[in-house]
């Protein structure tokens, strides 16, 4: 191959997957970072909540299927 040309190909947009396999693409893991910090603690601790261990998960459960669902949608 000859590396010196110029590559005029679309590139391919990331797939996915199904929600439970699915990994945050690179150009959206830093604001995923983030936006799970902000919505697991900030926001609970301004409000004065403690959250259990359960809850955790529950609010990260519910907040990686919204973003995936976000995810989704941007790149399509």
Same mark, same amino acid.
């Given at each position: 191959?000859?590396?010196?040309?110029? *590559?005029?190909? $679309?590139? $391919? #947009?990331?797939?996915?997957?199904?929600?439970?396999?699915?990994? /945050?693409?690179? #150009? +959206?893991?830093? =604001?995923?970072?983030?936006?799970?910090?902000?919505?697991? +603690?900030?926001?609970? +601790? /301004?409000? =004065?909540?403690?959250?259990?261990?359960?809850?955790?998960?529950?609010?990260?459960?519910?907040? *990686?299927?919204?973003?995936?669902?976000?995810? #989704?949608?941007?790149?399509?």
């Amino acid at each position: 191959m000859n590396y010196e040309m110029i *590559d005029y190909r $679309k590139p $391919k #947009k990331p797939q996915l997957g199904p929600w439970l396999t699915y990994c /945050v693409p690179e #150009k +959206f893991a830093l =604001g995923y970072m983030w936006k799970l910090f902000f919505y697991m +603690f900030l926001i609970p +601790f /301004v409000l =004065g909540m403690t959250l259990t261990s359960i809850g955790l998960l529950l609010n990260f459960i519910i907040f *990686d299927y919204i973003y995936y669902r976000y995810i #989704k949608y941007s790149i399509s």
